[in-house]
């Protein structure tokens, strides 16, 4: 009986021995196929950043380019910034759907110490009548107001959609484009409308509720950064403008499309300067600009790469810090619709 139990350990043992070596051959003839190579092995459409010299993946399979999001390679960090930032975005939008109070205000907690302008206690409602801004009217831990129609959300619901499709289009670009040259060039675009419809829909929000008593100077600020939303879709589905030459030229009109805010920022400020909150708004959406200049930066300048060229091909290359610096601006902006939509939602004015 003993002998018996001794042989199926053994044979257990065997097949176990057998099926680890199996799997170990499996992934070395994958790794042997389907290496990472270095810059000089690429194929001309994927030279885009010279400084990074190694850990690139070339005409792989879709199933090896999925499977690959679990590896190390010089897209992995590109994949999951941008995946984390998409996940994040998906959560928020479902706790205030779902009115999960905990989740959704994780960026206006700080609000109730934030110095705001003027008198931090009153406020002028809809009837010019004053109102005195409690405590609990300056604390953000309750969800979307119950009062709330859909007419009143939609806006910050456009920009959560805007924010989570310029993510997970970047992530897939970043996962996926080392197939082949079409679907290199075809995600790339597919990105860079990603990116502008982000824009686009970044500006929903402030100018729907800061202009919620004027409505024709909603139709105006939403109409002009939508028509110049569309022509900058039109110029970068040219595929001359996916090249790195362009490069700093698809950062000018992406930044043009954010310099467009300045107009209705002055405007907002000049209407709202006795507005209480008008400190916090500020912080936030000066937060979001910031992030992005700081990003912008890195991506045209190809620092820290360009210092020493093969450190930071895994970890630290300035694509990656630009993808930290878009969600950091995104959620700073994400704050800000949120403030702007509980304070229209409490106040609202006589033309709603």
Known sequence: MMNQEKDHQNLDSKRSKKMKNKKNNIERNIREKYPLIS???LPEYMKDNEFILNYYRANWPLKQAFFS??????????????LIGFILFMVLTIANAEHI?????????????FPTSGDANISQNSKG???RLTDQHLQMDITLSE?????????FYVFLAGAMLCLLSSSICHLFSCHSQRLNLFLVQIDYVGITIMIITSFF????????CSPHWQVVYLTGITILGVCTIITLLFPVFSTGKYRSFRVGLFMSMGCFGIFPAIHALVVNWSDPMRNVTLAYESSMALCYV??????VSRVPEKWKPGLFDLVGHSHQIFHTFVVFGALAHYGAARIFLEYRTRFGCDNR
Do not use: C
């Not at 109070?101 to 110490?113: C, E, H, V, Y």
């Not at 700081?294 to 991506?299: K, P, R, S, V």
């Open 39 to 41: 810059y000089q092995e």
């Open 294 to 299: 700081i990003g912008a930066t890195f991506y």
């Open 101 to 113: 109070s905990q989740l959704a205000d994780f960026m206006t907690m700080f609000i109730r110490n």
């Open 205 to 212: 929000p402030p100018m729907y509720y800061i202009f919620q």
């Open 69 to 82: 999001i679990f590896t190390w390679h010089n897209e992995t960090l590109n994949v999951w910034t941008h």
């Open 129 to 131: 009548e004053t109102t």
């Open 147 to 155: 009062s709330a129609t859909n007419e009143a959300t939609w806006p």
